[in-house]
C-alpha cells in the first residue's frame, strides 16, 4: 500500500466517522474532550485527585461513543479516563422537538 493509498484510506475513514457522528450526536447529553480522545456521553462524572502532589483528573462516562477511527466499536457502556491535561466537558442543549429537514413538512 503506497502513502497515496494509505492517506486516502484514513480521509474516507475520517469522513466515515464525522457522518457517525453528525447521525448520532443528538442521542447524548455530553462532549467530553480529553487530550486524547473526544466522547459522546449520557452521564459524565469529572474527579480532581491529588497524588503526592500530583494532579490529574479521573473522568468517568456512561453510555458513551468514543470518536476514534481505530476502534471496531464505538459506542461504550462505562469508560473511564485519567489524564494530566486539563478536560472540557459540555452540555449539549436538547431542543424539545426538532422537525424535519424536508421544506414539504406539512404540505
Known sequence: MSAEDLEKYET????QLYREYRDI?????Y???T???FY?????????????????FEVEM???WV???????????HVR??????VNIEELDKPDISLPDDASFGT
Do not use: C, H, I
Open 67 to 77: 470518536w476514534d477511527m481505530y476502534r471496531p466499536a464505538r459506542f461504550v457502556k
Open 12 to 15: 474516507e475513514m475520517e469522513l
Open 31 to 33: 462532549v467530553v474532550e
Open 62 to 64: 456512561t453510555d458513551a
Open 81 to 86: 479516563v485519567m489524564t494530566f491535561k486539563d
Open 35 to 37: 487530550e486524547r480522545r
Open 40 to 56: 459522546l456521553a449520557n452521564a459524565v462524572d469529572l474527579a480532581v485527585r491529588n497524588t503526592d502532589g500530583e494532579v490529574y
Open 25 to 29: 450526536v443528538r442521542q447524548f447529553s
